[in-house]
């Protein structure tokens, strides 16, 4: 299984600013680089994710996608599936991976648990994610605005954080939001089962000053061991198409209606 290194010229993060008329923190704009630099890599276990997020993690200007080029390695490309309009050359392309990012946004977790900890994430598992990744060794990354304050108050609500797993197949995106579809609610962020979307991981955020993070950089990114690493993955059904309700018309209405456009038409 593989993902994708990105790293631009520039800081690929969001940004935490202060609104000077409402005086409340304003909800993270992302930014990242134009052109990117690219190199493939595989991961083979739980172990080489935890690994390669903790390389990315140090790097202000990366992140990670789930598509993969055909080349290792590539120089000053864009996060697009194709190079270009008019080539139509594929740069990116969806391949399947046997690795995948859990994007939690803002959920409600018992108190008696705290906002971003490990008992939080466990309660993420065991009540919102299909039953396959109960037990399951995980990944936990928090997400940017996780343990964020403004004068004593969080800038997002709830828990917010990257729970990245390891399964025994390549799953592709469709996949992944067939398999979802019915097992987790609103709050869960499927954007993250898409070829290009950046995974931010780095631990680098932008913020104003007057933003407070209260989680130590330590707490912020850690593998949690249980009795297997591996997610079995079940037999992933499509999803079923709504029938939509149709109306008969006859040949005169159908007649009828095309002569009246023509009449309108002039």
């Known amino acids: 299984s593989y993902l994708t290194i990105m790293v631009g010229d520039a800081p690929s993060t969001k940004e935490y600013t202060i609104d000077s008329e409402t005086d409340l923190p304003l909800k993270g704009k992302v930014k990242t680089s134009y052109l990117h630099d690219s190199q493939k890599v595989m ?11 903790g390389y990315v993690r140090e ?19 864009r996060r697009t599936l ?13 391949t399947g991976s046997a690795w995948v990012c859990c994007d939690f946004d803002q959920y409600d977790v018992p108190d008696i648990y705290g906002r971003n900890s490990v008992q939080a994430y466990e309660y993420l598992i065991e009540n919102h994610m299909p039953k396959q ?16 304050e403004y004068k004593g108050h969080p800038v997002k609500p709830g828990t917010s954080v990257h729970l990245f797993f390891y399964l025994d197949q390549l799953v592709t995106n469709e996949q992944f939001k067939n398999w979802f579809a019915k097992e987790i609610d609103d ?17 680098f955020v932008k913020k104003d000053i007057r933003i407070i ?3 130590p950089e330590e707490q912020k990114y850690a593998l949690v061991a249980k009795n297997t690493d591996v997610v079995k993955v079940p037999v992933i059904k499509p ?21 009246q456009e023509i009449a309108a038409l002039g």
Do not use: M, W
Request: charged residues 25%; hydrophobic residues 40%.
């Open 133 to 148: 990744f109960k037990d399951v060794s995980y990944i936990y990354q928090s997400s940017a605005s996780a343990g964020l």
């Open 187 to 203: 709050g869960f962020d499927r954007s993250t089962f898409n070829t290009v979307l950046p995974i931010f991981v780095s631990s």
């Open 213 to 215: 993070d209260r989680i």
């Open 82 to 94: 194709f190079k270009d309009e008019k080539q139509h050359v594929i740069n990116f392309a969806e």
């Open 239 to 259: 999803r079923a198409l709504v029938p939509q309700t149709c109306k008969t018309v006859t040949d005169f209405e159908t007649k009828e209606s095309v002569l």
């Open 43 to 53: 991961v083979e276990n739980l172990a080489d994710l935890y690994d390669v997020i």
């Open 59 to 77: 790097l202000q200007n990366g992140f990670i996608i789930r598509g993969v080029s055909e080349e290792d390695v590539q120089t000053g490309v």
